[in-house]
């Protein structure tokens, strides 16, 4: 920002007029309501095993924030994955129907890029989200429906409604199959492994919900 200012001030008209348009451009994050965002050093510390990267308080921000904040998140991301080949790295993307927005399409297209390439990494990627709805509106469906077919695993837990009709059409569903998913039976998934499918029922012992805290609800 400043340096723009100053070549403004110094650059030939037509020159500086293009600096003086950079300048208002970066007001915003340089000086303005924005700067707490930009204005400071990076706390990222990369030296663990486990990084979380807690987005929610983009939600309540600009599109023009979203989509700079998250193209430096999501570029941050997949600088760590793609460094060193022989390194295993996962990225889990929870509560992805947050990414899924027409008005920030960057961080649709970046899973549904990363979903492709990152195996020449040693890298993968986990897509955890609600509704396949979300990902096959047409405003998005060129990334979304990648996201749905990629995956060497899939776990579909109970739906209904619209969810569970596109479902049954995107992946085939038998008889069978659709009505393991709308009977909803906590803990029952229909998996995905390549061209297998089976009928799961998850059992979690009682200290690893020690783990998953109490933000999740009962």
């Known amino acids: 920002m400043k340096k723009a200012g100053e070549k403004e001030k110094t650059r030939k008209e037509s020159e500086a007029n293009v600096y003086a348009d950079l300048a208002c451009l970066l007001k915003d994050i340089s000086d303005g309501s924005d700067s707490f965002l930009w204005n400071g050093h990076s706390t990222l510390q990369t030296d663990s095993s486990c990084i979380c990267l807690d987005t929610h308080d983009l939600q ?101 409604g619209k969810n569970l009709q596109e479902t049954k059409e995107l992946y085939n569903l038998t008889e069978a199959e659709e009505e393991l998913l709308a009977s909803k039976k906590r803990g029952n998934a229909l998996v995905m492994i390549g061209s297998k499918r089976l009928h799961v029922v998850f059992e979690i012992p009682e200290y690893k919900f020690k783990f998953m805290g109490s933000a999740g609800g009962r």
């Open 60 to 160: 309540n921000t600009s599109d023009n924030v979203k989509r700079t904040q998250y193209f430096n998140i999501l570029t941050w991301c997949w600088e760590q994955m793609s460094r060193n080949r022989t390194e295993r790295v996962l990225l889990i993307a929870d509560e992805a129907y947050l990414m899924i927005d027409p008005n920030v399409p960057q961080s649709l297209v970046f899973l549904r890029n990363v979903a492709k390439r990152a195996r020449k990494y040693e890298a993968g990627i986990a897509i955890i989200s609600h509704s396949v709805v979300d990902f096959l509106d047409e405003s998005v469906r060129i990334y979304g429906q990648a996201l749905l077919d990629i995956p060497c695993f899939k776990i579909l837990m109970g739906c209904d």
